[in-house]
DNA sequence: AACCAGGGGCCGG
DNA sequence: CCGGCCCATGGT
């Protein structure tokens, strides 16, 4: 199956810009995903884009919608970009989509992102698919809440979640008690669904608007980890520690609905150039200086 | 409000 | 090689 005069699509920038996990980069532009149950390869180049194996039915059923190619990113963007900070972070990363992914998948996938680093991310999400996720030919589906809710502490802990075991426990027990349904917080509105999602242990402000904004299609919120954090702070509070209610309010203020879109760019912004007050490397340094004095 | 929760990668010595 | 520090955070 091939598409071709999209616009805002590039599929390096979709996938490695931190909205999911379950990928495989092959070459340049060459990835595979596992994602709704299925496992796709995908190919890009200057024209086209080459979706495999994938029937027309299934793009249309399946892909479309995981891609978000129902939604204008044109208008989203000559919007966002009367900003000048967001202009140039579009222009950088011109090609980023948001994906409708699964929130089970999403919840899970969050629970087990807090304090750790993407490559440990994805090894914990793959040893988790290994263990109670379906084969299909010699890739792992993430299991379904049926199959993962038999999983104790012990095996999830042999799959390196480390702390988070008991966190992602108190998830199933609670999905498959039916008393958190995913399905019912679909209908609910967003500080409603937020609250829910925050009932679980291990699941806070910062994993709860991830999943509104990466698999329950809330665009308005405003995921703020440590990178939208120290971003926000040096182009918008002159380089001065804000608080995140601070920075959430800000965002909603200046970005109202797209406010996630926002929030997509810069992360991929801040995280590819490193362009930030407090990076890692200047945090370093400033370390490093304090340590030589005394 | 500071501290802790596994595990692993990275860096300096 | 080894200790120390860090990491898409949240709970106590």
Not at 1 to 26: A, H, V
Not at 162 to 188: P, Q, V, W
Not at 212 to 227: A, G, I, M
Request: hydrophobic share 35%; glycine share 6%.
């Amino acid at each position: 199956m091939f598409i071709s005069g999209q616009n805002s699509f590039e599929i390096g920038q979709i996938l490695e810009c931190g909205q999911c996990f379950r990928f495989e980069k092959i070459e340049e532009g060459h990835y595979k995903i596992i994602a709704r149950n299925r496992v796709l390869y995908i190919k890009q180049d200057e024209e086209k884009i080459c979706l495999y194996p994938c029937s027309a039915e299934e793009f249309g059923n399946i892909w479309h919608d995981y891609f978000d190619l129902g939604t204008d990113y044109d208008e989203i963007k000559a919007t966002l970009s009367e900003d000048s900070v967001l202009r140039d972070a579009i222009a950088f990363g011109s090609g980023i989509r948001l994906l409708n992914q699964d929130p089970f998948e999403c919840l899970i996938s969050f629970i087990i992102s807090q304090n750790n680093r993407i490559p440990m991310i994805q090894k914990v999400i793959g040893n988790i698919s290994a263990k109670w996720g379906e084969k299909t030919g010699e890739d792992f589906l993430f299991p379904t809440l049926e199959a993962l809710k038999v999983a104790d502490c012990e095996s999830l802990n042999e799959c390196k979640t480390g702390f988070r075991s008991k966190y992602i426990r108190d998830c199933l027990d609670r999905l498959s008690s039916g008393e958190i349904s995913l399905n019912n917080i679909k209908a609910m509105d967003t500080a409603e669904a937020k609250a829910e999602l925050m009932k679980i242990k291990g699941v806070g402000t910062k994993v709860a608007d991830c999943v509104l904004l990466f698999s329950l299609r809330r665009r308005e919120v405003f995921p703020t980890d440590v990178w939208i954090k120290r971003v926000m702070e040096y182009f918008y509070f002159d380089g001065k520690e804000a608080p995140i209610k601070e920075i959430h309010g800000f965002a909603a203020e200046k970005w109202g609905r797209y406010a996630g879109f926002a929030q997509q760019y810069l992360f991929y912004y801040a995280r590819t150039l490193q362009i930030n007050a407090g990076s890692s490397k200047e945090n370093k340094n400033k370390r490093k200086n304090e340590k030589n004095k005394a």
